[in-house]
């Protein structure tokens, strides 16, 4: 890309802001590039998932940016960890809940007998089978502990969808896909403290500095800037996001 004289720009915030789109632009190509080979649907996915040799992960928080992100179109280009209520509608090929009134929902269904459910260890439901258990219990958020048991999985890129920390209306109100559903909060309640969830996510990015990880985000998303200081992890928009993989 060709130089860019600073002088055009009225502020420095203003410089920032083109500087970081022109990054996101040229890893977005490169994306491309690399991904070149696995764009395109196979004409036939095997039933058996677990005998594909994926390199790419990803996993699905349930913050409202990822709404016009339909996992089925995921299923072809990698493995899928996935939180909470997402099983309602799709079977992620790991799905993780660590709330005890979640997990009892999930196993109610039967769910966990036909799938793979991850979870922390618990005596309200240690006799429930066919539940995997964490030991020891991570003791962290669903979303972290997703990403934390994709990257022991050791995948070569990890595309992180519907992390968004901060609440909607300004941080404000409740910011989930599943507000006003069983379980949940309502769409009107306060946010929910996303301290945890950052500390744990940027524990897990730096546990694993072999794995290139990738936020995918809305435009107007909240980047925390403690993410801006971890080498292995960029942002990227959804739009490019789709593009890059033929979805739009």
């Known amino acids: 890309m060709a130089k860019v004289d600073k002088a055009q720009f009225s502020s420095k915030q203003e410089w920032r802001k083109f500087r970081d789109q022109r990054r996101l632009k040229k890893e977005v190509e490169r994306l491309k590039k690399e991904s070149i080979g696995s764009i395109s649907k196979p004409e036939q996915i095997p039933s058996e998932r677990k005998l594909?040799?994926?390199?790419?992960?990803?996993?699905?928080g349930n913050g409202t940016s990822r709404q016009d992100i339909n996992p089925e179109d995921l299923t072809p280009h990698g493995r899928i960890y996935g939180c909470n209520a997402l099983y309602?509608?799709?079977?992620p090929d790991y799905l993780i809940a660590v709330d005890v009134k979640m997990i009892l929902e999930i196993t109610k269904t039967g769910y966990q007998n036909n799938n793979t459910v991850w979870t922390n260890p618990n005596r309200s439901y240690h006799k429930i089978k066919n539940l995997n258990t964490f030991h020891p219990s991570k003791g962290w958020s669903s979303g972290p502990t997703a990403l934390w048991l994709a990257s022991q999985h050791n995948y070569d890129k990890i595309f992180i969808m519907g992390f968004d920390?901060?609440?909607l209306d300004n941080g404000a109100v409740f910011n989930n896909i599943y507000a006003n559903t069983k379980n949940y909060k309502k769409s009107v309640d306060g946010a929910t403290f996303f301290g945890n969830w950052l500390r744990q996510t940027i524990s897990t990015i730096k546990e694993h500095p072999n794995i290139n990880y990738y936020r995918v985000i809305a435009a107007d998303n909240y980047i925390p800037p403690e993410l801006n200081n971890l080498?292995?992890?960029?942002?990227?928009?959804i739009e490019d996001f789709q593009k890059m993989y033929g979805f739009i």
């Open 165 to 167: 920390y901060k609440g």
């Open 88 to 91: 309602r509608s799709f079977a």
């Open 231 to 237: 080498n292995n992890l960029k942002h990227i928009y």
């Open 52 to 60: 594909f040799d994926f390199k790419t992960a990803f996993v699905l």
